[in-house]
């Protein structure tokens, strides 16, 4: 009853409305004549211009309601069942609950709505292309990182063109803007770093840091120093914490940051060891002139092309005018280097025909299973070698001018002959390639001080 007087009403009102418009439109044109049909016509495009506006926006307004109350009802099963939401549980899912079929049915139908809601997010991007995938990067986020391996398991059952790829390769990140898409990528790369990474420290790579830091460094115990970019703050614990004075571990990843917490407790309990959430490319002001010996181990390496001269700008600005910065630098050269190896090595001598006809083969091969797969872009030194998440490296023959350009003088670089190496086992693990009997995959190891000459 209330609903037919409230309709009632409505028609009403909507009566009263029309009845003065109508009779102000017929003035109108009666006034215009012979100018009636061109008026029409503007009339009715605007119209239409308008009810297409309406109608987006409508759209907009309901699915950004739909994909909000899908979130809603996924933490709400994520409240009742908090196991669902450990990764550590829900990676191996089927060892976890395989003895209970209740819970893994339970898990199971959680992980389907999950990547459902995922999916419907990523269709939007017809209408909408990148407004809801960016308001939603987090959902992706999370699917990817707990229920990543039911998904590879489930993955026929995801029909929309792209979708696989598009949840393989993170491409989310690549409508937000570079620093978020930075910053997410860490922040989720914290639990499997050790597995995902290649590092300076793991065994079997050269790494002349272990020897300088051992034989070069003097008066360790009166040095304060600095890790920036410290990431899960391995360096700090085995390096850094036992030898010297004070350490700052920096890093601009909460979950980086909290990692190393775990990692350096007994040393910040002590006050040996302090961590500070600092994004480098923004503000170390906290730190300037307090850092006699400041180190960054594979930390400069940002998708935004001006935060590279930023960060050293500011690393520079946090030494004493004594102090030294001690850099390990993610290698472009290297990069080309193994480019030309896979080139050489693999598609050129995999291709058939003449000559000419296996270098045009070749050529397109090293396009599509290279360049496309790791986004190498060699004018902006780009490459992505997790096929993800793109980095900006630097190319040797850049990194003085681009120190001297922060305030920093190069004192050492060990390129190529004298650098970090890594072993072609270590690379095949981590998919960069393997050419043993090849020169070896490196990053640059670089000691610079502070360049008074230029204040
Ligand atoms: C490749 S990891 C290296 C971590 C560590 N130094 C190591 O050797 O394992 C890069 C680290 O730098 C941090 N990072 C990258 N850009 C940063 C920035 N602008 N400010 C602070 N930390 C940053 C990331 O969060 C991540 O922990």
Redesign the pocket.
């Known amino acids: 009853m209330r609903r037919l007087i409230k309709a009632f009403l409505t028609l009403l009102i909507l009566t009263l409305l029309a009845i003065p418009i109508y009779l102000f439109g017929a003035t109108i044109f009666q006034l215009i004549g012979q100018y009636y049909y061109p008026i029409a016509a503007i009339v009715a495009i605007i119209g239409l211009a308008l009810t297409l506006y309406v109608y987006i926006q409508h759209r907009r307004t309901s699915l950004l309601e739909l994909l909000s109350s899908l979130n809603q009802k996924v933490c709400e099963i994520m409240i009742q069942n908090p196991e669902f939401t450990d990764y550590r549980k829900t990676r191996k899912y089927d060892e976890e609950w395989g003895c209970d079929p209740y819970k893994l049915n339970k898990f199971e139908a959680f992980a389907r709505m999950c990547w459902e809601h995922a999916e419907t997010i990523y269709n939007t991007k017809v209408f909408f292309p990148g407004l809801f995938i960016k308001r939603f990067a987090f959902v992706f986020e999370r699917c990817k990182r707990r229920y990543g391996n039911w998904f590879e398991n489930n993955s026929s059952s995801f029909s929309s063109p792209g979708f696989l790829e598009f949840v393989r390769h993170c491409k989310w990140r690549k409508y937000l803007d570079p620093?978020t898409a930075?910053?997410l990528r860490?922040?989720n790369?914290?639990e499997d770093?050790d597995k995902h990474?290649i590092?300076?420290?793991q065994n079997g790579v050269k790494n002349p840091l272990v020897a300088y830091l051992k034989n070069e460094i003097k008066n360790k115990e009166e040095k304060v120093v600095a890790?920036?970019?410290?990431?899960?703050g391995?360096?700090i614990k085995d390096y850094l914490a036992p030898h010297f004075k004070k350490v700052y571990g920096?890093?601009?990843?909460d979950n980086?940051i909290q990692a190393t917490k775990k990692n350096c407790d007994e040393f910040i309990k002590k006050g040996k060891v302090e961590l500070l959430k600092?994004?480098?490319?923004?503000d170390l002001s906290k730190l300037y002139e307090k850092i006699d010996l400041g180190f960054?181990?594979?930390?400069?390496?940002?998708r935004n092309p001006t935060?590279t001269p930023k960060?050293l700008e500011q690393i520079a600005k946090t030494l004493k005018s004594e102090g030294q910065f001690v850099a390990?630098i993610p290698s472009f050269t290297a990069v080309r280097h193994v480019r030309k190896l896979y080139y050489e090595e693999k598609f050129f001598k995999e291709a058939k025909g003449n000559w000419l006809t296996k270098r045009v083969r070749a050529r397109l091969r090293l396009r599509r299973e290279f360049d496309r797969k790791y986004q190498y872009n060699a004018r902006k030194n780009l490459f992505a070698d997790n096929e993800a998440d793109i980095q900006r490296f630097i190319g040797d023959d850049k990194i003085e001018s681009l120190f001297k350009k922060a305030g920093l003088k190069v004192t050492y670089l060990g390129k190529e002959s004298d650098e970090v190496e890594y072993p072609w086992d270590i690379c095949e693990r981590t998919g960069y390639g393997y050419f043993p009997g090849k020169k070896q995959v490196w990053d640059c190891f670089v000691i610079a001080i502070k360049d008074t000459t230029q204040a």
């Open positions: 620093r930075d910053l860490w922040d790369e914290y770093y990474m590092h300076p420290f890790d920036f970019g410290c990431g899960n391995y360096f920096t890093d601009y990843s980086m600092l994004d480098m490319a923004k960054s181990i594979n930390s400069i390496l940002p935060d960060i390990i």
